[in-house]
Each structure stands twice: as C-alpha cells, then as structure tokens.
C-alpha cells in the first residue's frame, strides 16, 4: 500500500510539473548588423489548443479569460531594438517592461527589462503536436542566458 501511495504522489506531482501549453525555442541568433536576430519556434503541447483572440487588457490573465488568444511571453529580453519584435501571420507582438502572465504563475521578471509577448489575434484554432515557426526580435546581446517564459493555450 505504501508503494502504490509513493507511486500516486510520484504521478500526481509529475502531472502537476508538465504543464506547459506552448513552449518556445530559441532556433538561431544571427548577426544583423551591429545587432543579433534571435529566432524561435513554438510548440504546442499534444493535448493543448491554441485560440486565437485579442491582445490581454490586463497584465495578468485569469485562466477564466476565454476572450483572449493563446501567448508566450518571453521574460526579460536584454538589449532589445524597439520595434524590432515580429512573429508569422496571426501573431502580434507587443514589448513591454511588465510582461502579460496568467495569474496562476509568478515568474521572474525585471521591470526594468523588457519582455517580449506574441499573441495569436487571427486564425483557425493550433491543434497541439504543432510546431509554429517565424518568432523573432533584434538584440544587442548575442550570448544565450536561461530567461523565464510563460504562456497559455
């Protein structure tokens, strides 16, 4: 019995650790200039969706918001060109030093720095075990650093 409760727990705490809804990855830097392009792709989880809708009006964002699209938001982008942040079509991206976050997360964030969030505003709905392509923005910086992200599906 106490083996099957061990092995409980250890599923229970395992679901509870993996749930990330888009996770993105950084593909490239490339030199632009006197600056460097960052490239990222975006994976939808197996099991999650991605609804397109508006930009939050909110910095956080209720897990009850249904309105608003699927995002990531990446935390703390050093040396970011303004207005340099792009993503493919359907995607928005906004820059700001306070970065959107659904509200069951507290990641950490300079406010200070900025951080980069991509918004699906248009398009059919990403069904998961989808790979999303064409994220960038332009940095000063070209040396990678772990940052924090969040998003939502």
Do not use: H
């Amino acid at each position: 019995m106490k083996r099957l409760s061990l092995l409980c727990l250890l599923a229970l705490t395992l679901s509870t650790v993996a749930m990330a809804n888009i996770i993105p990855t950084n593909t490239g830097v490339i030199p632009t200039g006197a600056n460097y392009t960052w490239t990222y792709d975006f994976s939808v989880a197996f099991d999650q969706n991605v609804n397109s809708g508006p930009i939050p009006t909110s910095v956080l964002v209720s897990p009850l918001d249904l309105v608003t699209g699927g995002f990531v938001t990446i935390y703390d982008f050093n040396g970011y060109v303004a207005g340099s942040c792009a993503g493919p079509a359907g995607w928005t991206c906004t820059a700001q030093n306070v970065g959107f976050t659904p509200s069951n997360v507290v990641p950490t964030d300079s406010a200070s720095v900025v951080n980069l969030t991509w918004v699906y505003t248009s398009g059919s709905p990403i069904v998961g075990s989808a790979n999303v392509t064409g994220f960038s923005a332009v940095s000063s910086y070209s040396l990678p650093e772990p940052i924090p992200f969040t998003s939502r599906g």
